[in-house]
């Protein structure tokens, strides 16, 4: 049974940072594919970012290029997503994702996190 854990939401102004973690555990996860998504109120759930646990292939959403990082640590079976200059917009509950395999967009993901808020205020 594949559990994802994710905590480091909160509350943070326009301009600042925060770092969200996924603990993952229950299968090998070195053919896997991770990623985060987001759903704000009112709007469907969206892709944000993804990675490949095995070489660390990245792929993030035009919205968030050049301000999120996503990564993993091996030893920890932990992925990691730093989130820098938050716009209001960015405002969502979080969502870690899991699925075998190399690919990392316009996929099914079958396993899911419980969600963390990320609240940015202006």
Known sequence: QVQLVESGGG???AGGSLRLSCA???RPFSSYAMGWFRQAP???REFVAAIR???GSTYYADSVKGR????RDNAKNTV???MNSLKPEDTAVYYCAARPGAA???VRYD???QGTQVTVSS
Not at 68 to 71: A, G, K, L, N, P
């Open 111 to 113: 396993y899911w996190g």
């Open 42 to 44: 009112g709007k469907e």
């Open 80 to 82: 990691y997503l730093q």
């Open 24 to 26: 993952a555990s229950g």
């Open 53 to 55: 646990w095995s070489g």
């Open 11 to 13: 509350l943070v102004q």
């Open 104 to 106: 990392l967009v316009s």
């Open 68 to 71: 999120f990082t996503i990564s």
